[in-house]
C-alpha cells in the first residue's frame, strides 16, 4: 500500500478532512484522553513542580550527552549488553539483520515501538525473509491492516470498533463483533502461539540510565515484558536522547509520562533491564543488545530550539491537545512522528526539503506547550525552523510567494489603521449579509479546509459606546 507522505501534506489534509469516520473517532479519543489527563493532573498538586523537575533533568543531560552516553554504554557492557552505534536508520537496520540473519528462519515478535517505526525496521527484515510481528494491540492492528502508526501512543486511534472488527473478520475469520473483549481475546489466542516460537525479541526503550546501564520499558499490556523475556536474544533500539543520569531521575518521569499520555497514574508494567539473564533465577534473554541511534538528533542539538524537542518523551499529549492534529489525523502529516512534536523532529529526520509543509503545520496557539510535561516550547521550535526556512532559502509552502506577501500586505494596512480597520470590518459585515461567505482573492487559499467565522452584528467598541461606558463608570443593561 502507498502512504501518504510529508511532501503531499496539503492534499493529505484535505483528504482527512473529507473523511467523516476518521474526524468522528479524533474527536472521541482526543476528548476522552485530554479529560483524562486533566483528571490525573489535577490529582497532584506538585505537578508544575514536576514538570519543572523533569525540564531540568532533560535539559542537563542534553547539554552533556556525549558524557551519559559512554556512561551508559560502559555500564550497560559491564553487564553483558552488546552496545552497537548508528549514525543512521540504514545503519540500524543493517545491525539489527546482521544479528538476527544467523539465526535461520526464526519467529521475531515486536513490542510498541516510535523508534523503530522511524527506521522502517518491519519492511527491512521482510527484505531479509524475517517476518516481525507486532504484539502491541494497536500496532499489530495497523500492521494488518498495512498502514503506519497515527498516533504515538495510540497507533489505531483512527480506527472505529466496527473497522477493527472487518479487519479481524477479513484476516483471522472471526466472527463480526462490536465486543471489544471478544476483539481483544481473538488477538491474544493469535499472539500467544507467536510468543511461544520466538526466538528474537525486539523493543523500543523509554529512559537509559546511565548510572547503571539499565534501559526501562513502560507498558500497559504486558507483551513488552513477553517480548522482551521470553527470547532467546533480546534487541532494543534507542534514540540517543532517551538516557537519563541517574535511576533516582526515573521516579519523576514514571509519575508524569503516564498521566500526561493516558491519564493514568502509573502504567501497568516498568520493567528495567540490566543486561542479560545471569544468576541462578536465569530470568531475561541470553543476549541483550541495545543500538543507540543518531538519525539526525546530533544535528538537533545545534541550536537550542530545537535540542529541546529532544526533551520529549512521546506522551502524545501536545497531539491531544492540537487543534490541527484533532482534525486531521496523523496520517495526514506523512511521517512518523505527527502532530506538533512531530512537526519538528520530521524536518530534522527527513530534511526541510522533505518535510517543508510541517513547520506550518500549526496555528501557534501554545496548547502543545501547555500540556507538555517537560515543559518544550514547541511553537518557538517551530518558529526557529520557520526563519531558518525564510534565511536559507527553503521552499516555503504558500500559494505563490507574490500572492502570500500580498495578503499579508492587505492585512498589515487595515490593522494599522483605525479607520482602515473600521472600513475593513464594516465591508466584510456587509458582504456577509449580502450571503458572501467565501473569502476571495490572495487569501482565498486559506478558506479551503476551514469555516470561515461570521462577524457579530456590532464590533466591541461600539457595544462598549453604545452599552458598557457611561460618564467613564462601568455599567451593564
Known sequence: MKHPT????????????????????????????????????NDVPEWETLREHAHAVKAHTLSCLDEYLRAFATKA?????????ASTAEDARQIITSLIKPRGNVAVVKSKSMTTEEIHLNAALETHGIEPVETDLGEWII?????????IIAPAIHKTKRQVSELFEQKLGIEPTDDEKRLTAAAREH????????????????????????????????????????????????????????????????RILPRSGTGQALTSYQSIITGPERGEDRIGPRSLHIVVLDNGRSKMLRESATREALACIRCGACLNACPVYQQIGGHAYGAVYAGPIGSIITPQIDGLRVAHHLPFAS??????????????????????????????????????????????????????????????????????????????????????????PRLAKRGFRQIWESELADDGEHRTK
Open 6 to 41: 510529508s511532501e503531499t501534506f496539503p492534499q493529505n489534509v484535505q483528504k482527512a478532512l473529507g473523511d467523516t469516520t476518521l474526524r468522528q473517532a479524533l474527536s472521541t479519543v482526543s476528548a476522552t484522553f485530554s479529560q483524562r489527563r486533566r483528571d490525573a493532573v
Open 363 to 452: 496555528s501557534l496557539c501554545g496548547a502543545c506547550r501547555d500540556v507538555c510535561p517537560v515543559k518544550i516550547d514547541i511553537p518557538n521550535a517551530l518558529i526557529h525552523l520557520r526563519q531558518h526556512m525564510v534565511t536559507h532559502g527553503k521552499p516555503i509552502p504558500v500559494v505563490s510567494p507574490a500572492r502570500g506577501k500580498t495578503t499579508f500586505r492587505v492585512w498589515r494596512w487595515s490593522m494599522t489603521s483605525d479607520l482602515r480597520y473600521r472600513m475593513a470590518t464594516a465591508f466584510a459585515r456587509f458582504a456577509q449579509r449580502m450571503g458572501m461567505t467565501k473569502l476571495v482573492g490572495p487569501s482565498r487559499k486559506w478558506g479551503h479546509g476551514r469555516s470561515v
Open 191 to 254: 499472539l500467544r502461539d507467536v510468543f511461544a516460537q520466538a526466538k528474537v525479541g525486539i523493543s523500543g526503550v523509554n529512559f537509559a540510565i546511565a548510572e547503571t546501564g539499565s534501559i526501562v520499558i513502560i507498558e500497559n499490556e504486558g507483551n513488552a515484558r513477553l517480548t522482551t523475556s521470553l527470547p532467546d536474544m533480546h534487541i532494543a533500539v534507542m534514540g540517543i536522547e532517551k538516557v537519563i543520569p541517574r535511576l533516582s531521575d526515573l521516579d519523576v518521569f514514571l
Open 143 to 151: 500492521q494488518l491492516a498495512d498502514e503506519p502508526p497515527s498516533h
Open 77 to 85: 557492557e559491564g553487564a553483558g549488553a552488546h552496545i552497537h552505534w
